[in-house]
Nanobody
Framework: QVQLVESGGGLVQAGDSLRLACAAS????????MGWFRQALGKEREFVAA????????FYADSVKGRFTISRDNAKNTMYLQMNSLKPEDTAVYYC???????????????WGQGTQVTVSS
């Protein structure tokens, strides 16, 4: 089992950048496929990005492709989401998630963090 804690959220202006981090407990972080999701107020949770165990493969939602970059540092048990050119519609609670299944998709995540709020003002 893995525990996940997000950090790095905050209030920024449109066009700004922000980097989120997801710290994982345990010594088996490298065995998990990791992902970022977000949920805006009144909306369903949506997939943002995913990264393979080694970090060699990534997968993005069309809405963030070219603006967001997912990465991980297995030596530090941490995953990141670099968010550039932020828009008001990126405002949401951002969650990190982990799964043991190796397939790089937006489905079947088993473990979730508590979330961190990102607010982008216009």
């Amino acid at each position: 089992q893995v525990q996940l804690v997000e950090s790095g959220g905050g209030l920024v202006q449109a066009g700004d950048s922000l980097r989120l981090a997801c710290a994982a407990s345990g010594r088996t972080f490298y065995t998990y496929t990791m992902g970022w999701f977000r949920q805006a107020l009144g909306k369903e949770r949506e997939f943002v990005a995913a990264i393979s165990r080694t970090g060699g493969s990534t997968f993005y939602a069309d809405s963030v492709k070219g603006r967001f970059t997912i990465s991980r540092d297995n030596a530090k048990n941490t995953m990141y989401l670099q968010m550039n050119s932020l828009k008001p519609e990126d405002t949401a609670v951002y969650y990190c998630a982990a799964k043991t299944i190796m397939v790089l998709t937006k489905y079947e995540y088993d473990y979730w963090g508590q979330g961190t709020q990102v607010t982008v003002s216009s």
